[in-house]
C-alpha cells in the first residue's frame, strides 16, 4: 500500500515538472514577426500637393537648364567646325584667284586678254613656227594664203608635218631611244610607227581624222640642234621611216615669218595673234600678196617693220583636256 503511494507521488512530481519545463520553453521561444502591409495612399491632403509641386518644378526647372546648356554647347561647336571647314575653302579660292600668268595652264586662266608669254601659249606658238631646216621641205606661206584656213581642210601631207613639229610627235619619236643621225640610218634604226597612234596623235593635235595614207618628211633635232630628215612612208599599217636627204637651197623664193603680239580666250576657245611678214631675196612685205613692201632690207631687224604686218590668229578649242587647233585667220583691222 505504501508503495502505491510512492509511485502516485512520484508520477505526480513528474508530471507538475513537465509542465514547469513546457511553461518555461514557451517564456524562451522567439516571437513570429509579421509584415504589416500598408495600404497605398489614393489621395493626398493640400500641403503634400503642394510640397509634391514644388519637387516636379525644380525637377523640372533643373532638366531645363542642362537642355539649354547642351544646346548652347552644340551650337557654339557647330559654328567652330563651319568657320575651320570654311577657311581650306577660302584658301582654294584664293588659290584659284591667284593663278600664275606665266606657268599655269591655259584653262586654269581668266577670260579675256592672257598674259601671251606663258609657257603653254609659247609652247603651241613654237609649235607652228617654221625651224631653219623646215623651210627646205614645206611652204611656209601656206598657212596664211587664205582668210580663213581650216585646218580640216589641209592637204594629208601638209598636216602631216604640222603633226610632226607638235611636241606629242616628237615625244613619240624619242621614246624609240634613236637620236643620233647614225642611229636612225642604221639598219637597226628603223622607226615603226602603226596607223592607229597617228590617227591618235592627229584627233588630239588638230581634231581631224587622215584622209589618205601620204608620205611626209619630219625633220628631227636633238636638243635644239638639228639632227637629221626623216622621211616617213605608208607600209602595211605602219609608217615606217628612213633617212632623207633634202636639197641645199629652198624650193620656196618667199618664205613667211611670224612674231607673237597677243593671246585671248573665252570659256571653250583660244586665240593666239601674230604679226606675220612674207620676204624674197629683196623685199619684206606686209601681206601674202605681196602687194605692201614694208622693208627693202631683208637684213633690218624685224622688230623695226612687224608692226606694219597683218596680223593672224591661230584659233584653238579646248576639248576639256587640251587645246587643239582648228583654224588660222586673217584680221580685218579696218573693220
Sequence with gaps: MRKKKLEKLKAEIKKDLRKELEKEAEKNKKPK??????????????????????????????????????????????????????????????????????????????D?????????????????????????????????????????????????????KTNDFKDYINDTGFLTKQEICSKDGTIRIPIQDLEELLMTNFNVELKENTSFVYTHYVDKVFSTYINFIYSDGYYVSSCYKANDESLYQVTAKMLIEDARKDESELRIGARVVFMDNNHVYGDYDRSRVISENINTDILQYISNADKYEFVYRFNGSNYYLESIVRVNENS
Design 33 to 110: 514577426i509579421e509584415k504589416v502591409l500598408k495600404e497605398p495612399v489614393l489621395y493626398h491632403s493640400k500641403d503634400e500637393l503642394q510640397e509634391i509641386q514644388k519637387s516636379f518644378l525644380k525637377i523640372l526647372l533643373f532638366s531645363a537648364i542642362i537642355v539649354f546648356a547642351l544646346c548652347l554647347t552644340l551650337l557654339f561647336s557647330s559654328k567652330f567646325n563651319k568657320k575651320e571647314n570654311n577657311k581650306p575653302l577660302e584658301d582654294n579660292n584664293n588659290e584659284e584667284v591667284e593663278i600664275d600668268p606665266i606657268n599655269d595652264p591655259i584653262h586654269l586662266q581668266t
Design 112 to 164: 579675256g586678254v592672257l598674259y601671251h608669254h606663258n609657257k603653254y601659249i609659247l609652247e603651241l606658238y613654237n609649235q607652228l613656227t617654221f625651224q631653219s631646216y623646215e623651210y627646205n621641205l614645206y611652204d611656209s606661206t601656206y598657212l596664211y594664203s587664205k582668210d580663213e584656213l581650216k585646218v580640216e581642210e589641209m592637204p594629208s601631207e601638209y598636216l602631216l608635218f604640222l603633226l610632226s
